[in-house]
Antibody
Framework: QVTLKESGPALVKPTQTLTLTCTFS??????????VSWIRQPPGRALEWLAR???????FYSTSLKTRLTISKDASKNQVVLTVTNMDPVDTATYYC??????????????WGQGTLVTVSS | DIVMTQSPLSLPVTPGEPASISCKSS???????????LDWYLQKPGQSPQLLIY???TRASGVPDRFSGSGSGTDFTLRISRVEAEDVGVYYC?????????FGPGTKVDIK
């Protein structure tokens, strides 16, 4: 069974750096074609893709947020970490991680984690 | 970035009746492999999104065959042949041809 679970602080202050961890099981991020993405959703709003890391350590970022995002992986720990610098109240959202299985192009996010709500407030 | 639009944004449906959602992209999503890099997701109330269709028309594992995806280039459609009550939620299309990926604004489907 493939699962992903996001973890991190529920509350951060403006200007702080957010660090989120996606811990997964049931697959290896060392397998050719495997990828993990981060996606977020502000309350009541649409989904927004943030970043992706591939089995070969290639990394890709949202055009609008790339100066603030860093994605990394520890395949031995089955974890993918996303950092977001200079947090602002508009970054308040539920943050999800999701897997791309080989052969589904670069998307085909399945499954998704349960999400973690991060609130930015002083 | 590629801009994704959806219509309608709200869709009241009658159980047993068909329904369709349109998704348009600002650039062609047709890859050199011949696949369209377009996914469909459903986010049921209070849940994480779930994959319905990937590469334009391939149903994900476990997705009922009443769901189908079609289209090519910049125009795509998600069809539900006979809506069931469990199909309510927000449907999103997403392009994966260009990183950074982009989602549509979502179509909220509910029961009339």
């Amino acid at each position: 069974q493939v699962t992903l679970k996001e973890s991190g602080p529920a509350l951060v202050k403006p200007t702080q750096t957010l660090t989120l961890t996606c811990t997964f099981s049931g697959f290896s991020l060392s397998t050719t074609g495997m990828r993990v993405s981060w996606i977020r959703q502000p309350p009541g709003r649409a989904l927004e893709w943030l970043a992706r890391i591939d089995w070969d350590d290639d990394k890709f970022y949202s055009t609008s947020l790339k100066t603030r995002l860093t994605i990394s992986k520890d395949a031995s720990k089955n974890q993918v970490v996303l950092t977001v610098t200079n947090m602002d109240p508009v970054d308040t959202a539920t943050y999800y991680c999701a897997r791309t299985y080989p052969g589904r192009g670069t998307g085909g996010f399945d499954p998704w984690g349960q999400g973690t709500l991060v609130t930015v407030s002083s | 970035d590629i801009v994704m639009t959806q219509s309608p944004l709200s869709l009241p449906v009658t159980p047993g009746e068909p329904a369709s959602i349109s998704c348009k992209s600002s650039q062609s999503l047709l890859h050199s492999t011949g696949y369209n890099f377009l996914d469909w997701y459903l986010q049921k109330p209070g849940q994480s999104p779930q994959l319905l269709i990937y590469l334009g028309s391939t149903r994900a594992s476990g997705v009922p065959d009443r769901f189908s995806g079609s289209g090519s280039g910049t125009d795509f459609t998600l069809r539900i042949s006979r809506v069931e009550a469990e199909d309510v939620g927000v449907y999103y299309c997403m392009q994966t041809l260009q990183t950074s990926f982009t989602f549509g604004p979502g179509t909220k489907v509910d029961i009339k």
